[in-house]
């Protein structure tokens, strides 16, 4: 029987503070390897963002627009149905992006992990992850950086599914005539992002 199984087999008193009491179990859950994804909200200017870990990296931010039923399946089937939410092991990455939020942050360096994304799919988001803060890229710029350039339509797309927004820069990639394209976030969240870095988009 592991530590946190002894946890749970009693009740925890009527004075304890759950807060703490769910903060220790799932510190213990984490340090016995029987969780694959931690979550936590983060307050961001444009809403509670979702982000969510693994041991490897981050694997999805979420917009409050999503589902969180259909994120949390997602991720069940794709990556692995033992989620729990422990935003200390979510610290890292919710405590850049209130920093690019506050303009201190030009350069996330959380490490990512891939696993929602395959293909050419990966290789537009890895070279989408390269552009710079305060810069734009276009649609077919990242189909020719991914091997492929007359797939700048299989660009957007792969950019529409990003798992990972913001610190995977989509926003940054734009149509080659300078139109905004779309944003699994909504057009509005796309200018205020660019705002932000000092573009004035289109």
């Known amino acids: 029987m592991t530590d946190l199984e002894r946890?749970?087999?009693?009740?925890?008193?009527?004075?304890?503070d759950m807060d703490r009491f769910a903060a220790g179990l799932a510190a213990r859950a984490t340090a016995d390897a029987l969780v694959d994804i931690a979550y936590a909200p983060v307050d961001s200017p444009m809403g509670e963002l979702t982000v969510f870990v693994t041991p490897r990296g981050l694997v999805?931010?979420?917009?409050?627009?999503?589902?969180?039923?259909a994120t949390f399946d997602e991720l069940t089937e794709r990556v692995s149905p033992r989620i729990l939410r422990n935003p200390a092991a979510t610290d890292g990455v919710r405590r850049e992006l209130d920093s690019y939020f506050?303009?201190?942050?030009?350069?996330?360096?959380?490490?990512?992990?891939?696993?929602?994304?395959?293909?050419?799919?990966?290789?537009?988001?890895?070279?989408?992850?390269?552009?710079?803060?305060?810069?734009?890229t276009t649609y077919r710029d990242m189909a020719t950086?991914?091997?492929?350039?007359?797939?700048?339509?299989?660009?957007?797309?792969?950019?529409?599914?990003?798992?990972?927004?913001?610190?995977?820069?989509?926003?940054?990639?734009?149509?080659?005539?300078?139109g905004l394209g779309g944003y699994s976030g909504g057009l509005d969240r796309k200018r205020f992002l660019l705002r932000l870095e000092g573009v004035s988009p289109g």
């Open 60 to 69: 999805r931010l979420s917009y409050p627009n999503e589902s969180m039923a």
């Open 102 to 136: 506050d303009g201190r942050l030009h350069s996330f360096t959380a490490a990512i992990d891939w696993s929602l994304v395959h293909g050419f799919a990966r290789g537009v988001l890895a070279a989408t992850a390269r552009v710079p803060w305060g810069s734009v």
């Open 7 to 16: 946890d749970l087999a009693g009740l925890p008193s009527p004075t304890l």
């Open 145 to 178: 950086e991914a091997g492929s350039p007359r797939a700048a339509r299989a660009a957007g797309n792969a950019l529409g599914s990003n798992p990972i927004p913001i610190v995977v820069p989509c926003h940054r990639v734009l149509h080659a005539d300078g």
